[in-house]
């Protein structure tokens, strides 16, 4: 069965995926990968989770992603590295921060002008 409309909900597809997507676009949000299907899908900003790796991706971008690979897909990321002795791509570490935050131009203590109270 194919998901129809945007977004289907519930739906089997050979025993697979209850959440289906197509042509949606999600931005700045965290998606948790396992137990969908995203077809046509455009993905800005986002923190893409996968653990299981039961999941089908067709047709779709992603745009200033950061990959957490947890569980079983952790595990795997970890071999690939044996064998290639490099990580596949990068993937997010918990220590770093999930985004850049722009910060605001910072002002020198000689550009700002104080006065006293007399």
């Known amino acids: 069965m194919?998901?129809?409309?945007?977004?289907t909900k519930n739906t089997k597809e050979m025993?697979?995926?209850?959440?289906?997507?197509?042509n949606s676009t999600f931005s700045g949000k965290r998606i948790e990968l396992d137990g969908k299907y995203?077809?046509?899908?455009r993905f800005k900003d986002c923190i893409?989770?996968?653990?299981?790796g039961d999941t089908?991706?067709?047709?779709?971008?992603?745009?200033?992603?950061?990959?957490?690979?947890k569980g079983n897909a952790y595990?795997?990321?970890?071999?690939?590295?044996?064998?290639?002795?490099k990580s596949p791509l990068k993937v997010l570490d918990l220590d770093e921060p999930l985004f850049e935050k722009k910060n605001?131009?910072?002002?020198?203590?000689?550009e700002v002008s104080v006065k006293k109270h007399e």
């Open 75 to 85: 595990v795997i990321g970890k071999i690939i590295k044996l064998f290639t002795g």
């Open 15 to 22: 025993e697979g995926y209850k959440v289906q997507y197509k």
């Open 48 to 52: 893409i989770v996968l653990e299981k």
């Open 104 to 110: 605001p131009k910072r002002i020198s203590r000689k």
């Open 2 to 7: 194919s998901p129809g409309g945007d977004f």
């Open 56 to 69: 089908d991706i067709a047709g779709s971008s992603f745009e200033n992603c950061k990959l957490l690979l």
């Open 38 to 41: 995203f077809n046509h899908c």
